[in-house]
C-alpha cells in the first residue's frame, strides 16, 4: 500500500472558521491531489500540485487554497468553512504525468461544516 | 460535457457469476489512461486494474478485466466470479496527457453481489 496519511480524519467545524487539512507521503511522489466526494458526484478535483511549490486549480477550486512546501506535505485550506464544503475529502498522489501513472489515495477526511 | 459517464447507479449480482460495470469516457486527447477504482463501505479508494490508450490488448489483474473499445470510447470492468467481497462502489475515472494530467471520475456503480 502506498505510504499515504491524511489528518484529521474527522472534524467537526462551524461556519466560518478557517481549517486546514494535511496530507503526508512517505513514496516521494512528485504528483499530490486533492478530491472532495459528495453524493452522486463522484469525486471532484479541488487543487493538485505537481511539485514543491508548483499547484494549480481543478474543477472545484472555489473556496479552497493549497500549499505545498515539501514533496511530502500537501495541505488544503479552507479560509472561512461553509455548510456546503462539508464533504469527504480524499488526498491522492502520483509518481508521474504521463498516462500510465495510477494515483493512489489516502484513506479520507470526513469534515462537517455546522 | 461529462468526461466519464457511468450509466448504471446500482447492480446486483448472484455470487460466482460475472458482472460488467459500464463506463463510457469522452475525449480528444490521443493519449490517455483509463482507471478503475473500487470503494468499500469502509471508504478507502482501492485501485483496480488500468487500460492505456495505445495499449493493444485489454487489461486483466486477476478477477478483473477491462474491456476496451477504443472505438466506441467505452472501459467496462469485468468481474469474473463475483465474491461477497465485491460488493462495494466502482469508479471509472480517466486522465488525459495533455490536459494537465488531470484525472476525472464517473459518478460511481454500486455493486451488490446476493449469496
Known amino acids: 500500500d502506498a505510504g499515504i496519511t491524511q489528518s484529521p480524519r474527522h472534524k467537526v467545524t462551524e461556519t466560518g472558521t478557517p481549517v486546514t487539512l494535511r496530507c503526508h507521503q512517505t513514496?516521494?511522489?512528485?504528483?499530490m491531489y486533492w478530491y472532495r466526494q459528495d453524493p452522486g458526484h463522484g469525486l471532484r478535483l479541488i487543487h493538485y500540485?505537481?511539485?514543491?511549490?508548483?499547484?494549480d486549480k481543478g474543477e472545484v477550486s472555489d473556496g479552497y487554497s493549497v500549499s505545498r512546501s515539501k514533496t511530502e506535505d500537501f495541505l488544503l485550506t479552507l479560509e472561512s468553512a461553509t455548510s456546503s464544503q462539508t464533504s469527504v475529502y480524499f488526498c491522492?498522489?502520483?509518481?508521474?504525468?504521463?498516462?500510465?501513472?495510477?494515483?493512489?489515495f489516502g484513506p479520507g477526511t470526513r469534515l462537517t461544516v455546522l | 460535457a461529462q468526461k466519464i459517464t457511468q450509466t448504471q447507479p446500482g447492480m446486483f449480482v448472484q455470487e460466482k457469476e460475472a458482472v460488467t460495470l459500464d463506463c463510457t469516457y469522452d475525449?480528444?486527447?490521443?493519449?490517455?489512461?483509463l482507471f478503475w477504482y473500487k470503494q468499500p463501505s469502509s471508504g478507502e479508494m482501492i485501485f483496480l486494474i488500468y487500460?492505456?490508450?495505445?495499449?493493444?490488448q485489454n487489461a486483466t489483474e486477476g478477477r478483473y478485466s477491462l474491456n476496451f473499445q477504443k472505438a466506441r470510447k467505452s472501459a467496462n470492468l469485468v468481474i469474473s466470479a463475483s465474491q461477497l467481497g465485491d460488493s462495494a462502489m466502482y469508479f471509472c475515472?480517466?486522465?488525459?496527457?495533455?490536459?494537465?494530467?488531470?484525472?476525472?471520475f464517473g459518478s460511481g456503480t454500486k455493486l451488490n453481489v446476493k449469496p
Open positions: 475515472a480517466m486522465r488525459e496527457v495533455n490536459n494537465f494530467n488531470k484525472f476525472y
Open positions: 487500460q492505456g490508450s495505445y495499449d493493444q
Open positions: 475525449t480528444s486527447d490521443p493519449s490517455y489512461g
Open positions: 491522492a498522489i502520483s509518481d508521474g504525468g504521463g498516462a500510465t501513472d495510477t494515483q493512489y
Open positions: 513514496e516521494n511522489h512528485r504528483y
Open positions: 500540485s505537481y511539485g514543491v511549490k508548483d499547484t
